[in-house]
Structure formats: structure tokens, C-alpha cells
């Protein structure tokens, strides 16, 4: 059953700093991916509490393929052992895991463990977990755009859920309201474009690896002491009294 879980916030989050953190300890970048995964669960057990409903994770972009064949084999075979290991996990805390992203570069048995973990998860609805694999919302958008054809009206609703359709996600899925990157870099690397057109961004210093529960209540406490305006002006206090039929005139 394809029943989208609403009301609270859409979080995006960019993983990053693996590698950073492997080296600065004169490890191995691969042992770093390994450490990351374990801060996954952190983020994924925080955020109910936050409000997030639906909560995606950038694991692996379509451009992580140009990496060395060790290092995306560390990367998909810790992909696997994630969506095997959590998803009973995941059907007992009533998250619903799914992966978005293209399908017919991953092995089948990747494919089979998503496929898996998707049907086992599906009727939850505390939380809409999406995992990122071989991602780009690029060829999301224009997967959708070339869908299109010239006599169907399009609004922006209705093309955000053939971009979620594009990458196997629950075309219900809302945009997203805020994305969060570790590691310090500040750009979107091809992630959730058309989605987060009044996403408000968040750029922490903590290295992936380290990520916890505190990490994303800061980001979270910084997300709601913005204002969030769509291009239109904050409302003034007579302009809410007026709206509210109390206000002079
Ligand atoms: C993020 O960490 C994980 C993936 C992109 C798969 P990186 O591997 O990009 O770590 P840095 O950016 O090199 O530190
Ligand atoms: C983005 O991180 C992809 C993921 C976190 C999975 P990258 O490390 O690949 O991005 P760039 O290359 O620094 O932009
Ligand atoms: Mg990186």
C-alpha cells in the first residue's frame, strides 16, 4: 500500500565527510563509509521526534560511479547490509525505508534487498525514510520532463509528482523544507533540485561519521528560527488582526 506519510517536515540530508574523517585518523576512506553507516541510525531515530516525517539521505550519488571500483564496492555492499540489517528494525519503529534512484545499475542482489526491504516496510507511517542510491535529481527532472506531453496541463504539483515517479519514489512525497549538509561544503551536488525550491539549507561542520541526535535537533532548532516567506513579505501583526475580520476597518 502506497500510503505517503504527511503533516511534518521533509529533512534532506547530504551525508558527507566520510572520507575526511578516515583521514584524518590515517585510516582508510572505505573505513569511514563503514563508520557513517552507524550515524545513520542516529539521524533516522532522531527525527520523529523532530517532527520529520519523511526524512531522505544522500548515500550515493549517480556521479559516486566515477570513485575507484574498491571504494563503490565498500559503498554497495555496506548499501545491502543497511537495508537487510534494518529492516526489521525499521518495520518495528514504523518507518517505511525505500530507496530512490535508478535500479538497473545496482546488482541484483542490491535490487533484491531493496525490493525486500520495500515491501517489508511498506504499510508504516511514523516515518518515510528514503535512501538516495545512484541519485540525480537531474535526470529525475528531466526523465519527467520528456514524460510530458504538450496538450496535458502541468503545474508544479503535478510535475513534482511525476519527478518523484522518476526516481521510484511515493509520488505523494512532499517537497522538502529543509536540507542539511555535513562536512562543511556548501552546494547540492545534484541532490533533490526541483524539490527544494524553498528549502532552507543548513551547512554543519561535523563530518558524517560523527553525526548525531544533537547534530540534528541544532539544525532542526536552526530550521524553525527561520522565515519562511515564498516570495511574498513576512505578515505584520494589523495585517493578521485584518485577515482575522478584529482589525480596524
Ligand atoms: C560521503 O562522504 C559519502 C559518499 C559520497 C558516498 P565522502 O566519501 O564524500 O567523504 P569526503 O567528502 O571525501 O570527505
Ligand atoms: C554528495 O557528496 C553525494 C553524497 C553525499 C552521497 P560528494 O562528496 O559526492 O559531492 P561533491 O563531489 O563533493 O560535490
Ligand atoms: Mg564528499
Not at 159 to 176: E, G, I, K, Y
Given at each position: ?14 551525508m ?17 563509509h563503514r563508520?557513517g553507516a552507524?550515524?545513520v ?16 539521505l544522500y548515500a550515493f550519488?549517480?556521479?559516486n ?6 571504494e563503490v564496492s565498500t559503498l554497495m555492499s555496506l548499501l545491502e547490509s543497511f537495508l537487510v540489517r534494518e ?10 525505508l525505500?530507496v530512490i534512484g535508478?535500479r538497473?545499475?545496482l546488482s541484483?542482489a542490491l535490487n533484491r534487498a531493496i525490493?525486500?526491504t ?13 535512501l538516495a542510491v545512484d541519485y ?114
Amino acid at each position: 500500500m502506497d500510503r505517503p506519510v504527511t503533516g511534518g517536515l521533509h529533512v534532506g540530508l547530504i551525508m558527507d565527510g566520510n572520507g575526511r574523517w578516515a583521514r584524518a585518523r590515517g585510516l582508510p576512506r572505505t573505513e569511514g563509509h563503514r563508520r557513517g553507516a552507524s550515524a545513520v541510525r542516529r539521524a533516522v531515530e532522531a527525527a520523529p521526534g523532530l517532527g520529520i516525517t519523511t526524512l531522505t539521505l544522500y548515500a550515493f550519488s549517480a556521479d559516486n560511479w566515477r570513485r575507484p571500483a574498491a571504494e563503490v564496492s565498500t559503498l554497495m555492499s555496506l548499501l545491502e547490509s543497511f537495508l537487510v540489517r534494518e529492516r526489521a528494525r525499521c518495520h518495528r519503529h514504523g518507518v517505511r525505508l525505500a530507496v530512490i534512484g535508478r535500479r538497473d545499475r545496482l546488482s541484483p542482489a542490491l535490487n533484491r534487498a531493496i525490493d525486500e526491504t520495500e515491501r517489508a516496510t511498506r504499510d508504516r507511517t511514523r516515518l518515510y525514510l528514503r535512501l538516495a542510491v545512484d541519485y540525480s535529481s537531474r535526470s529525475a527532472i528531466l526523465a519527467a520532463a520528456g514524460a510530458l506531453t504538450s496538450t496535458e496541463p502541468c503545474d508544479e504539483t503535478a510535475f513534482l509528482r511525476r519527478v518523484n515517479r522518476a526516481c521510484h519514489s511515493d509520488p505523494q512525497t512532499p517537497p522538502v523544507d529543509l536540507v542539511i549538509r555535513t562536512s562543511g561544503e556548501q552546494r547540492l551536488s545534484d541532490f533533490l533540485l526541483f524539490e527544494s525550491a524553498y528549502a532552507e539549507l543548513v551547512f554543519l561542520d561535523t563530518l558524517w561519521p560523527d553525526f548525531d541526535g544533537d547534530d540534528m535537533r541544532r539544525a532542526v532548532a536552526r530550521f524553525r528560527r527561520r522565515e519562511r516567506r515564498y516570495g511574498g513579505l513576512k505578515p505584520r501583526n494589523d495585517d493578521l488582526l485584518t485577515l482575522h475580520g478584529t482589525g480596524p476597518g
